[in-house]
């Protein structure tokens, strides 16, 4: 049976007795939780596995799987993160040591007063849910620092790459206006990344702004062929760049999508040197738009595809790689496209080599005041 009531969180009832879960499950309700219950042991497992509570109330005595039973089941299925409260009829100090020894965080002794009942109901979710929300912070802190130092290291390498050029002294003259622009250009860009991380985290309505904006894909492979066709040529990379023949907006902030692209561009100079890069768009599926990234270069090992997408994830043992990659840019990057409503994935190339797809919704057309 469950119960839905409210959203201050989801408890667990177990007892064999169908007149306590009636009594215990209209009591937590009109307080605004959801109550699921559960008449045995191996119901509360079954219901737990279906989606863990935010708190188990659990009867001690049962027939078959008594309290410690469904307590021991439980720690075989991982560290147990949700707090217990033990419900029973029994006064014995030994056998409330052993609950607490088992793991239980309180106990409500039958017959129960409904106000001790929900002060220590409310007391153990409020701290189970404040616990929650300070992991997901760190959680989000941490991907957002991860973000942050992966996507700026892009730009920065190529103000380094055009500095070391000119402080070499070995660039042709003509060539000097454009890596001043590049280094230019590359610095704006990292400030850029930076206030639209601050911007997101600081005010939802920026991320609420940044999703009705749009990016042309044509001024996007462009901006990808002119910031990296210096740093292409020194790896002996050819490009050719192939823009469709109509226009193709999608609905993605541009400096984002240069963002992702930009991981797809720079894992290609790392690991298919001297060889071709293909850019270009195309239409996916019907209301989506596809920009693609294809190299010659060695590809990913089939039977490591499946991993090519997680953190911190390194997919080439060969030392010619060691330190070029964190293991943390696709990983992102697909994030990044997901969040925007649209799909990044990898497909081996005939005769050799990598294709990555960012597909994302087309841009609806505006109409003219």
Known sequence: MVVAAGNSGRILV???????????????ARQGYEVVSASSGEEALQR????????????????????????????????????????????????LLRAFDAGVVDYVTKPFLPEELLARVNAHVGLKLTRDRLERVAREREELVNLVAHDL???????????ELLRSG??????????????????DDALGYIHHY????????????????????????????????????ARGIRAELRLPESAAQVNIHPRVLRQVAENLVTNAMKYAPDSELLLTARAGAPGYWQLVVADRGPGIPPEREKELFKPFVRLHDDPRYDGLSSGLGLSLARRIVARAGGQLWYEARRNGGARFIIELPEAPVTALA
Request: charged fraction near 25%; charge should be negative; glycine fraction near 4%.
């Open 14 to 28: 177990v007892d064999d007795q169908n007149v306590n879960l009636r009594v215990v499950g209209t009591l937590l």
């Open 48 to 95: 737990y596995v279906e989606s863990p509570p935010d708190l188990i109330l659990l009867d001690m005595m049962m027939p078959g799987m008594d309290g410690f039973d469904v307590l021991a089941a439980l720690h075989e299925l991982g560290p147990l993160q949700v707090p217990v409260v033990f419900v029973t009829a029994a006064h014995d100090r030994d056998l």
């Open 153 to 163: 290291k892009n730009p920065l390498s190529s103000v380094v790459f055009a500095a």
């Open 170 to 187: 070995l660039c042709k003259a003509e060539r000097v206006p454009r890596y001043l622009e590049m280094i230019h250009e590359s610095a």
């Open 198 to 233: 601050l911007e997101s985290q600081s005010d939802k309505r920026a991320d609420e702004a940044a999703s009705a904006t749009r990016a042309d894909l044509v001024e996007t492979l462009r901006w990808l062929h002119k910031r990296y066709e210096m740093q292409l040529e």
